[in-house]
């Protein structure tokens, strides 16, 4: 793998804000060369704050709202309404009216959940891939989508997007996408639809967000072990176009 950018941040909220000025670069890049920025978020704890953080009006006023379409990496497969779905984050702190009143800067028809009103997982997963064909985000001849910038998180176990250790999303000729039966060894233990990990090398851009100590032995079997990919997925994003944003309680256990 090569070496992706590594930035180590005090603390969480400073990972939220590197994290939202990073996406607006990487917005502000991809409507001046194409006029819109398709981003590709995640699920997890750390998309709140960075939602946040790009609602602040300073930042709110450099993002290109009107020409930014929102995917998801992957999501549960519950309702939008179920607080575990990975919208509901985004629904809580984009699209609703800020504190003060100020109106959403996104429009509804700009975030495109999975469908997971879907009768079964290939079902969902179809309709998801055909959407984004028809909404004319480019692919790659493998099939999959060219997302300007991939939010990820990173589990404990070492997985991103939903692709856990031992997945056959982790594998070389993985599926595009596929839905993830429900897993044991972590929360929240319901179904998930994911793209496979093919998503990330096929990005103009990832950002991986990781603060916490509770991050820190995952990131360094990522950094510094040399297990595979099938068990530890996010070495996935171990690559040039990546940037890893960690806070230094997470980064504990890397080298300098
Ligand atoms: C999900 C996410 C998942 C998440 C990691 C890290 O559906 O939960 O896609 O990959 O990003 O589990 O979550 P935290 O950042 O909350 O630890």
Redo the contacts with the bound molecule.
């Keep these: 793998m090569s070496a992706p950018t590594v930035r180590v941040l005090g603390d969480a909220q400073g990972v939220a804000e590197a994290a939202a000025d990073q996406v607006i670069a990487a917005a502000t890049a991809a409507v001046a060369a194409r006029g819109i920025f398709h981003l590709c978020t ?5 998309p709140a704050a960075l939602y946040r953080a790009l609602r602040e009006p300073s930042r709110a006023a450099q993002m290109p709202w009107r020409e930014t379409q929102i995917w998801f ?4 497969f519950v309702p939008r309404a179920d607080p575990l779905s ?1 919208v509901a984050p985004l629904d809580a702190q984009l699209l609703t009216a800020s504190p003060n009143g100020a109106a959403s800067p996104l429009v509804a028809s700009a975030v495109h959940p999975w469908p997971t009103t879907a009768a079964d997982a290939p079902t969902a997963v179809g309709a998801y891939l055909e959407e984004l064909r028809a909404a004319g985000v480019p692919h790659t001849p493998a099939g999959f989508p060219i997302f300007d910038l991939v939010l ?5 176990d070492g ?4 692709v856990f250790p031992g997945s056959p999303l982790a594998l070389e000729g993985a599926s595009v996408a596929a839905g993830v039966p429900a897993p044991t060894h972590i929360e929240p233990q319901v179904p ?1 639809l994911s793209f496979s990990l093919g998503v990330l090398a096929s990005a103009r851009a990832v950002l991986a ?1 990781a603060p916490g100590a509770g991050k820190a032995d995952a990131l360094a079997r990522i950094f510094t072990t040399a297990t595979v990919l099938a068990d530890a997925p996010a070495k996935a994003a171990l690559i040039p176009q990546a940037t890893w944003l960690l806070d230094t309680a997470s980064a504990e256990k890397l080298p300098a």
């Design positions: 995640t699920g997890g704890s750390t990496g992957d999501d549960r990975n990820i998180g990173i589990g404990g997985h991103c997007l939903s998930r967000l």
